[in-house]
């Protein structure tokens, strides 16, 4: 779809929208400009794309998203503010599948909170630190240990296990029950019941659409 000349292999669990900053910055191309090539993609085109590339499970959803946004109670992804842990982003280099998921407030290696600011100069962090791993208001490094890093609660890490554990199954029990829920279906259950834990500067009422009905397969 792009025609670019390296194409490096993504991990499987990176986050689509970190692997297209990644992607442009390994071809020499403005951030930007790649990610503006990707939202007017055609359909199909997009389609053929995430099935060449056989990127993680969440990338057409994601990319579903990013491409045409719409208003909804508590979305099951985030696109716009980027959500990391500092430690990960040292240690492998790249941000994670599941740091974009709306309800997902941890780390699930480390055990800790996932930051949502840059350290120096508070500025929430946006898609843009992505590129470099760089908060670009600043400059300041978003990843290694000098920071100051909260533990994650034992509801909060419960969930993002929940996630992560429904990503990378290989198959999910066939039985009824919450083991069998997929991903999609297991934000719809915690979007409903308010299990979620954000930071404080971001709380914020939590209004779902459509609450009185609850559909599970």
């Not at 995430?50 to 696109?79: C, H, I, N, Y």
């Not at 997902?104 to 055990?111: A, E, K, L, W």
Request: glycine residues 8%; negative net charge.
């Amino acid at each position: 779809m792009f025609g670019l000349l390296i194409n490096p292999r993504p991990h499987q669990d990176e986050s689509l929208l970190g692997y297209l900053q990644r992607l442009a910055k390994a071809n020499g191309l403005p951030r930007k400009e790649l990610l503006t090539a990707f939202a007017r993609a055609d359909e199909t085109d997009v389609a053929d794309w995430l099935q060449m590339m056989e990127g993680p499970l969440s990338w057409p959803a994601v990319s579903a998203e990013f491409r045409d946004p719409r208003p909804k109670g508590v979305k099951l992804w985030t696109t716009h503010h980027a959500r990391y842990c500092p430690i990960c982003l040292g240690e492998a280099g790249y941000w994670r599948e599941s740091w974009g998921l709306t309800l997902v407030t941890t780390c699930s290696v480390h055990g800790t909170e996932l930051h949502g600011r840059c350290p120096n100069c508070l500025k929430e962090t946006d898609p843009s630190a992505m590129s470099a791993n760089s908060c670009q208001a600043c400059g300041t490094s978003l990843s290694g240990t000098n920071f100051e890093i909260a533990p994650a609660s034992d509801t909060a890490a419960w969930l993002t296990s929940g996630f992560e554990d429904r990503f990378y199954a290989d198959s999910l029990p066939a039985d009824a029950g919450l083991a069998a829920l997929t991903y999609e279906q297991f934000h719809e259950l915690s979007s409903r019941l308010a299990v979620r834990s954000l930071p404080t500067e971001r709380t914020q009422p939590l209004k779902v659409a459509d609450s009185g009905s609850l559909g599970m397969v």
